[in-house]
C-alpha cells in the first residue's frame, strides 16, 4: 500500500505539472489579455499599451513560463493580475464555499439516489414494474433538465411566489444561518443533476446482483428481504457505485460553476468565470490547477475505498 | 455486523439532513424578516433615524484607483468617493464646481482654479489643499503610475501651487474643454498622497477621496459597503450606509428587488424584467438617450472604403423600427448623429438617412456591386435585433456574416481595428474625447478609438481649429461643421441612443443617473 501511494504522489506531481504547463500556453493562446479585457468602450490601445508593460504581458513567453513555475515552486501562487491582491487569501475564502456546497450536495444525493435505486432494482427483480418505472422515468426527466433552467423554476417558486429562501445577500461563514439560506437552491439543483445518474447506477449494479446465484442461497437459507438486498445485494453492488460517485464528483464541481455564477455565490466557480472572461491568467492558471488537484485526490480516495470494498482489487 | 452498523450511520446522516433542512428553513423565514434590524444593531451605533440603502451592484469590483479604473459601475462607486474640480450635475449634467469654488482663464492656455476651504479627507487625512491636487495629477503622468489616462493631461506643461487654495496649471495649447479633464471622472478624482502610500499594491481596494461617502468594507466577490463620509464638505449624506451585494443575475435582481431584500437595481436592461417591475409598481429612474451606440465602417474594408457602400448600409437600415420592435424601453431611436442631443456641440443639421431600400441597391449598383457583397460583423454575442440588421442588409444585397467572439477578444479586435463592421458604445461628456478619439488621424487604431481609420483632412483642419478657439461662438461653429461632414462621410453609423434603469422601492428618491451613467449617492434619500 505504501509503495502505492508513493507512486501515486509521482504520478500526481508529473500531473500536476502538465496541467500548468497545459494551462498556461492554453490560456495565452486566446487572442486578447487582461488589458483586452480592461478596455470596454473608453481606453485607447496607447493608454492599455502602457498598463500591459507594467503588468508584465509583454514579457516573452518563456520567461513569463518560468518565472511562474519558479514562483509555483516556492508555493507562491501571487495576486490576480487586474485586481492585485493576494490569490491565496481569495482561495481561502471561496473554496471553502463550493466545498460545503458539492459535500451537502454529495451527501443529499447519496442519501436519496441509493434507496431510490436500489428499491427501482428490487422492484423490478420482483416483477412490479409501475414502482421501477416510475422511479427510472423520473430520474431521465430530471437528467433532462439543464441547471440554469432549473435554477430560474426554483428560484421563481422558492424565492418570489413562497418566499423561503433569499435571491441575494452575503455569503459568508460569518452569518452561516444567511449562508445555508443562500446556498440552499444552489445545493437542490445540483442534488438534482446528480440524482439520475446515480439512481440509475445503483438500480442497474443492485439488480444485476440480484440475479446472483448466492442471493438465492441467501434467501433459501431464510433471511429476510431487508437483510439480503442491504447486506449480500448492495454491498456487492458497491464497487460500480462508488466508480460512478467518483466521476459524479468532478461533474458536480463542473456545475457549481454555472450554479455559483447564476446565483452570485462567491464560490471557486465564480471566480473562474470571471478569470476567464478577464484574462486573469495567474487566477485562472491557480484555479484549474486547484480543480485538478482535487479530481486526483478524488480519484485518490475512490481507489482507497475500491480496497476496502474489495480486497481482491490489486494496484 | 459492520453493514448493519454502517447502514444505521447513514440513517443518523439521512436524519440529520432533514432536520437540519427543516431548521434553516424556519430560521430562513426569522432571519429575513429581522435581517434589517439586525445589520443595523451590529455596528453598535445608535440606530434611530439612521438609513441603510441596499443597491444591487452587477458585476465584481474590479478596483477604485481613478489612474486605472474602469468600467461604469466602478466608476460609480469612486465617483461618490472622491471629488474633482469641477463635477457634474446629477440633473442636468452640467459641470459646476466640487472643489474648486471658482476659476478664471483668459486664454484657455492658463487655467487658475480657487480651491475651497476647509474640505476634510475622509479617514483622517485632514485638510485638503492645492498640493493634493498637484500630487494627483502629477501621479497620473509619471509613467510608472501607468495610468490609463494620462493622455488626458498630455497637454499639461506645468502645475503651480502658490498657496495652499490656489492651484494654476498651464497648457501647452489652449482647451476649451479643460473644465471636464479636470472634473470628478477618472482622471480628474483627488487622491492623497499618503493614503495612495499607504495603500501600497492594494491601493485598488483602498480608495480614500473627499467625496460623500467612504468606502467602509469590501468583499470582491461578495458586497461593497459605502459608509458616509460625516466631514463631507455640503454636509453628512442623508443615507448612513450604502450595501452593493453582488447580484450578476438580472432575474435574480429582479426577485431581489420584488421580495424587498434591495431597495434599487443599479442598471436593469432587460426588457421582460423592465416590463415585470414596472407593471409591480417600481419607480423606473431613467436617464434617456445617454449615450450613442454605433456601427463602426471600417474603412479598411475594400467595400465600406466607398462611401456609397456606407450610405447604401444606412438607407438600408430601418433603425427606428428595429428599436420598437425589439427594446422599446432600452434605445432611442433614431440617433442620426454621433453626438448625443443633450450635448451642448449637438446640431441637427447633419445629414439623415431615412430608410430607402431602392436608394440602397442604387448605391450599390453604383459603386458596381450590383451583385451584392459580403461583410462581417464582429460582435461578442449575437442577438435578434444584430439578425433583423443582417435581414435589412440583405434584402438590399449586402451579406453580413456574424463573427462571434468573448469579450477581451472583441475590445482587443476592435482596439487594433480587425474587422469589416463592429459596434461601440461612445460613453463621453467632453467633446473633445468624442470627436478628437473617433475622428481625428492620431488616433486611427490601434494608437486610439478611430477604429474605422477615419481621415478627412478638412474635418480634422476644423476639429483642431475649434479646440483652439476661443470665441464660443465660432467654436460652435466649427464643431457644427465637423459634425456635418463626419455625419457625410459615416464611418460610424449612429444605431440608437442608449437608456438607463436604476427601478427602485417607491421611498427611494433622488436617483438621477447622470450623463456617465453615475448616480451621485448624496442626493438619495428614502422616505
Not at chain 1, 429476510?224 to 438486498?229: D, K, R, T
Not at chain 2, 423565514?29 to 451592484?57: H, I, M, Q, Y
Not at chain 2, 471636464?180 to 471622472?185: F, I, L, R
Not at chain 2, 465660432?474 to 436604476?502: C, H, S, T
Request: some cysteine; hydrophobic content about 45%; overall charge negative.
Amino acid at each position: 500500500m505504501f509503495g502505492y501511494m508513493m507512486k501515486r504522489f509521482l504520478q500526481l506531481t508529473v500531473t500536476l505539472f502538465g496541467v500548468v504547463t497545459l494551462v498556461f500556453f492554453a490560456l495565452r493562446l486566446l487572442p486578447g489579455d487582461a488589458t483586452a479585457a480592461m478596455a470596454g468602450d473608453n481606453l485607447s490601445g496607447e493608454a492599455l499599451e502602457r498598463l500591459r508593460e507594467q503588468m508584465g504581458l509583454n514579457e516573452p513567453l518563456y520567461s513569463q513560463y518560468f518565472s511562474y513555475l519558479g514562483s509555483l515552486l516556492r508555493l507562491d501562487f501571487g495576486n490576480t493580475l487586474i485586481t492585485n491582491l493576494p490569490l491565496m487569501e481569495m482561495l481561502m475564502k471561496s473554496v471553502p464555499i463550493t466545498m460545503t456546497i458539492a459535500l451537502i450536495t454529495i451527501v443529499l444525493a447519496i442519501a436519496i439516489s441509493i434507496p431510490l435505486g436500489t428499491l427501482a432494482a428490487y422492484m423490478a427483480h420482483k416483477g412490479k414494474k409501475t414502482l421501477d418505472n416510475i422511479i427510472t422515468w423520473a430520474a431521465m426527466v430530471v437528467d433532462l433538465m439543464p441547471a440554469f433552467w432549473t435554477s430560474l423554476l426554483l428560484l421563481l417558486i422558492l424565492s418570489l411566489s413562497l418566499g423561503i429562501f433569499p435571491a441575494s445577500g452575503a455569503v459568508t461563514f460569518e452569518d452561516p444561518v444567511m449562508l445555508m439560506k443562500r446556498i440552499a437552491i444552489p445545493v437542490i439543483v445540483l442534488t438534482i443533476t446528480q440524482l439520475a445518474i446515480l439512481t440509475r447506477m445503483t438500480r442497474t449494479a443492485v439488480l444485476e446482483v440480484l440475479n446472483e446465484d448466492y442471493i438465492r442461497t441467501a434467501r433459501s437459507l431464510g433471511m429476510s428481504e431487508i437483510l439480503v438486498v442491504f447486506r449480500h445485494a448492495l454491498k456487492n453492488a458497491a464497487l460500480p457505485i462508488v466508480t460512478v460517485l467518483g466521476i459524479s464528483f468532478g461533474n458536480l464541481l463542473n456545475g457549481t460553476v454555472i450554479v455559483e455564477f447564476i446565483f452570485s455565490i462567491p464560490g471557486i466557480g465564480t471566480l473562474l468565470v470571471n478569470g476567464i472572461y478577464s484574462r486573469d491568467y495567474p487566477l485562472v492558471q491557480t484555479l484549474i490547477l486547484f480543480y485538478a488537484f482535487i479530481f486526483i485526490v478524488v480519484n485518490f480516495l475512490t481507489d482507497i475505498v475500491y480496497k476496502k470494498i474489495d480486497p481482491r482489487v490489486q494496484f | 455486523m459492520r453493514n448493519v452498523r454502517m447502514g444505521w450511520a447513514i440513517l443518523v446522516v439521512i436524519s440529520m439532513m432533514v432536520i437540519s433542512a427543516c431548521g434553516s428553513t424556519t430560521t430562513a423565514n426569522k432571519g429575513t424578516n429581522t435581517a434589517g434590524n439586525a445589520k443595523a444593531s451590529a455596528t453598535g451605533e445608535p440606530t434611530g433615524g439612521d438609513k441603510e440603502l441596499v443597491v444591487r451592484f452587477y458585476d465584481n469590483p474590479a478596483g477604485f484607483d481613478p489612474a486605472t479604473i474602469f468600467r461604469v459601475e466602478n466608476e460609480n462607486i469612486a465617483f461618490n468617493v472622491f471629488g474633482g474640480l469641477t463635477t457634474y450635475d446629477g440633473e442636468t449634467g452640467e459641470l459646476v464646481p466640487d472643489l474648486a469654488e471658482s476659476w478664471e482663464t483668459s486664454d484657455n492656455k492658463i487655467w487658475t482654479f480657487h480651491l475651497r476651504k476647509g474640505v476634510q479627507w475622509q479617514s483622517g487625512y485632514g485638510e485638503f489643499t492645492a498640493a493634493d491636487v498637484q500630487y494627483s495629477y502629477n501621479r497620473i503622468m509619471d509613467p510608472a503610475t501607468a495610468s490609463t489616462y494620462s493622455a488626458e493631461f498630455a497637454d499639461v506643461v506645468k502645475i503651480e501651487t502658490p498657496d495652499d487654495y490656489t492651484v494654476v496649471i498651464e497648457l501647452s495649447k489652449p482647451n476649451g474643454n479643460f473644465l471636464h479633464v479636470v472634473a470628478n471622472y477618472h482622471q480628474g478624482q483627488i487622491v492623497k498622497q499618503e493614503a495612495i502610500e499607504a495603500g501600497g499594491d492594494q491601493v485598488k481596494f483602498n480608495p480614500i477621496g473627499t467625496g460623500p461617502y467612504y468606502v467602509e468594507k469590501i468583499d470582491v466577490n461578495s458586497e461593497i459597503v459605502l459608509a458616509r463620509h460625516e466631514d463631507y464638505y455640503k454636509g453628512p449624506a442623508p443615507i448612513k450606509r450604502i450595501t452593493f451585494p453582488i447580484i450578476k443575475n438580472e432575474s435574480n435582481a429582479t426577485i431581489a428587488l420584488q421580495n424587498g431584500e434591495i431597495d434599487v437595481i443599479m442598471r436593469s436592461n432587460r426588457e421582460e424584467e423592465l416590463a415585470i417591475l414596472e407593471k409591480a409598481g417600481f419607480k423606473m429612474n431613467s436617464s434617456m438617450n445617454t449615450m450613442t451606440y454605433i456601427m463602426m465602417l471600417n474603412y479598411k474594408n475594400q467595400y465600406l472604403s466607398d462611401v456609397r457602400v456606407r450610405h447604401a448600409v444606412a438607407y438600408a437600415l430601418d433603425y427606428p423600427s428595429i428599436s420598437a420592435a425589439l427594446a422599446p424601453k432600452n434605445e432611442t431611436s433614431p440617433a442620426y448623429n454621433i453626438v448625443p442631443d443633450w450635448m451642448d456641440i449637438f446640431t441637427d443639421k447633419v445629414p439623415q438617412y431615412k430608410y430607402d431600400p431602392e436608394k440602397a441597391k442604387a448605391l450599390l449598383a453604383e459603386a458596381g456591386y450590383a451583385d451584392g457583397i459580403n461583410l462581417t460583423l464582429l460582435i461578442g454575442a449575437v442577438n435578434e435585433e444584430y439578425q433583423l440588421v443582417q435581414e435589412y442588409l440583405k434584402a438590399v444585397g449586402i451579406n453580413m456574416d456574424f463573427e462571434v467572439v468573448d469579450a477581451a477578444t472583441y475590445n482587443q479586435r476592435r482596439l487594433v481595428g480587425e474587422f469589416d463592421i463592429s459596434i461601440r458604445a461612445i460613453p463621453a461628456l467632453n467633446p473633445d474625447m468624442l470627436l478628437f478619439s473617433y475622428l481625428h488621424p492620431d488616433n486611427i487604431a490601434p494608437a486610439g478609438l478611430n477604429s474605422s481609420s477615419y481621415s478627412n483632412p478638412e474635418l480634422t483642419e476644423k476639429l483642431e481649429a475649434a479646440k483652439v478657439e476661443l470665441d464660443q461662438e465660432k467654436r460652435q461653429k466649427l464643431y457644427e461643421e465637423v459634425q456635418i461632414i463626419a455625419m457625410e462621410d459615416l464611418p460610424y453609423y449612429p444605431m440608437f441612443g442608449i437608456n438607463y434603469y436604476w427601478p427602485s422601492k417607491q421611498n427611494v428618491t433622488g436617483i438621477h443617473i447622470n450623463k456617465l451613467s453615475q448616480v451621485n449617492f448624496y442626493d438619495v434619500d428614502m422616505n
